[in-house]
């Protein structure tokens, strides 16, 4: 909050210029409510120079103690098994570059029951350690008992960066955790590095059009979510165990409050599991109509892959939510991405420059998507796939 000296005369310069109504006069003084983000732009307004930011780097917290990085491991469920979701196997491949470039252990962390099942798996990945809370009552994803045991080990054992996946339980968990610690939380990220001690957290800014790196030089944990499909998979220790460290953590008395009655999992057919198809062929709005994606997926099912769309295919109803591919959407990493009359926007880009080899179709020889894909045709989409399908049913 804004440092309000004895010497303010109460003027209202300030209250006039506060952009976020966080100043008023009270008793012929200036006073800041909660509402203050510290931007100064009152400070340059005193004619008393009676306003002042609190002093920088007066009072750092030591962070030395602070070592290791963690990857939280998400258990999926589909009713019948469970098993590691693959997105952990990615984010501990990544930890392993960003803990050698430290000098710090790489930990795997898994809540569940059973999760002894999943050790020798995690290990793989460059995994030096494995913390676990395996008990019963852990069986089941609850927000508040595993907000409740991650926080406990964090506050036990002082990492340096923590990661989570951005699925619905990362994104639930990881906020919860990072408000209770008082560190910050980088969501989404597409880029992780290490520059002078510090976790470099690359992501879209702005509706996408710029990527912004952020990182939390005073605060430890650094915390980030990254999205599945970003990091590829690396197995560098096949072989090794990692050392593994079980705690008992009960679980808390609030975590009563919730509880499941019945889980009702709806089938997935194997054509929308986009973000783990081996050839994905999307279509936008140069697609112009719904036979337009029909010629899709014939083309799709002949290279047995799944029918993805831009966000402006979406939008005009040719594809449902779910299929949308790009930063508000689904990340791909497919071993093939076809762009159909997709122009290449940055919001889309994010969501499939990690595929291996990426093959754009479109009328425009000055459309951005040339700039990412590794073979381009200017050209009708439809008029090329049409000719493209001869050829493959030949």
Excluded at 45 to 55: E, F, G, H
Excluded at 68 to 74: D, K, S, Y
Aim: one cysteine or more.
């Amino acid at each position: 909050m804004i440092q309000i000296a004895a010497n303010c005369v109460g003027c209202g310069k300030c209250v006039a210029t506060c952009p976020f109504g966080a100043l008023s006069i009270v008793n012929r003084k200036a006073v800041a409510s909660a509402a203050c983000t510290m931007c100064g732009a009152c400070v340059s307004v005193c004619p008393m120079k009676a306003l002042s930011l609190p002093a920088t780097g007066a009072a750092k917290k030591d962070l030395s103690a602070y070592k290791g990085v963690w990857a939280f491991i998400e258990i999926a469920d589909d009713g019948r098994s469970q098993k590691v979701r693959p997105v952990g196997f990615e984010l501990l491949s990544k930890g392993r570059e960003l803990a050698d470039q430290l000098g710090e252990e790489l930990c795997a962390v898994v809540i569940g029951d059973n999760v002894q099942n999943y050790y020798a798996e995690l290990s793989q990945y460059g995994t030096d350690k494995i913390y676990a809370v395996n008990a019963p009552e852990y069986h089941n994803y609850n927000t508040l008992a595993y907000a409740n045991a991650l926080i406990t080990l964090i506050r036990k054992y002082n990492p340096s960066v923590v990661l989570f996946p951005s699925t619905y339980i990362g994104r639930d968990l990881s906020p919860r955790i990072s408000s209770e610690l008082f560190v910050g939380l980088t969501a989404d990220c597409t880029g992780l590095s290490i520059k002078e001690g510090n976790l470099i957290q690359t992501r879209p800014a702005f509706g996408g059009n710029i990527m912004a790196d952020i990182k939390c030089p005073d605060y430890r944990p650094q915390m980030a979510t990254v999205r599945p499909n970003v990091f590829k998979k690396v197995v560098t220790t096949a072989g090794r165990m990692a050392a593994v460290v079980e705690e008992r953590i009960a679980l808390p008395v609030e975590a009563g409050k919730v509880r499941i009655i019945q889980t009702q999992m709806d089938p997935v057919v194997q054509d929308q599991k986009l973000d783990e198809a081996p050839v994905v062929v999307s279509g936008g709005r140069g697609m112009k109509d719904k036979e337009g994606f029909e010629l899709l997926e014939t083309f799709a099912k002949t290279l047995g892959g799944a029918v993805g769309a831009s966000r402006a295919a979406v939008d005009m109803g040719f594809k449902p939510k779910e299929k949308q591919v790009g930063q508000s959407g689904v990340t791909v990493a497919s071993k093939l991405y076809i762009a159909c009359g997709i122009s290449g926007a940055v919001q889309h880009v994010v969501g499939m420059e990690h595929s291996d080899v990426i093959i754009g179709i479109n009328k425009d020889a000055n459309a951005p998507i040339f700039n990412v894909c590794k073979y381009g045709i200017v050209g009708d989409a439809k008029q090329v796939l049409s000719k493209a399908l001869e050829q493959l049913k030949k």
